[in-house]
């Protein structure tokens, strides 16, 4: 009786390990599978090989998969910097998308990288596969090559009138139909305010979350925002070709998500 309850139990422990999304719970079930084999070849009076098993299947085994979980890559992001979403703090990185990018590399047993680069340049990375996804404040665009996530954060696009002159904006960005044309384009966010304040644009295309940095930081005054209405937000952005990684990360959200956690910490970095 006692072999037919280890028999049964080693099959369910079989079938548990085979159908876990994540690696570590996989790795969990081979290992008690191997510890019930243990006990069964025990009861069939097999103590030799009741013991090797021990050892070599739940011991050993389990030990090589746990340590090759600990290698199994980097999850390479490619960003621009964007208080209070991901941004460079002395040494470290901080951020709401860096906390939950941190969150979802343990998930899924990767060692997190992040490189700065302009704005324009994630959608080449994420499709050449030199990064894995493209973050700190992007919007999405009207780019077919892409992938994206759920919105982490709604925003709108502004428009910052400083005087007389072109309108400036951040290569990449988004755009109103109604300034569809040509603008005078920047690299990045910081770039941008430069130019509004050297006067070499009159205007300047931003999102409320940059607007909210100009304003704390007293940077245009006098200027006149035009806010317009359609809504947008900030994702992630993948390439589409990686499936896996885009079902893994739009489950990971929408746990923390359902969990409540998502909207707590949009509240502490942005409240």
Known sequence: MVA??????AFALAL???????????????????????GLYLVLAAPDVALTEAAVGFGLVTFVYLLALRRTGKLVVAASPLYPLLYPEGERIAGLEWEILARFARWCHRDLEV?????????RLVRSGEAHLGAGGFLPNAEPD????????PTRLVRVRGGEGP????AGEPSPP???????????AAELA?????????????????????????LFPEAEVQ????????????????????AGLEEFLAELERRGELAELVRRYLE
Do not use: C
């Open 16 to 38: 548990f390990a085979l159908t876990r999304k994540r690696l570590l719970w996989g790795v969990i079930g081979v290992g008690a599978h191997s510890l019930v084999l243990a």
């Open 194 to 218: 430069k130019a509004l304040a050297r006067g070499e644009v009159g205007s300047a295309l931003t999102d409320l979350l940059h607007l909210r940095e100009w304003v704390m930081r007293d």
């Open 167 to 170: 309108l400036g904006a951040v």
């Open 146 to 153: 892409l992938r994206y996530t759920r919105t982490l954060v």
């Open 178 to 188: 109604q300034l569809d044309g040509e603008k005078k384009l920047f690299e990045d």
């Open 4 to 9: 037919v309850l280890l028999s049964a139990l």
């Open 227 to 246: 806010v317009f209405p359609e809504e947008l937000g900030f994702a992630f952005a993948l390439n589409p070709e990686d499936e896996e990684l885009w």
């Open 115 to 123: 490189i700065w680069v302009p704005r324009a340049e994630i959608p």
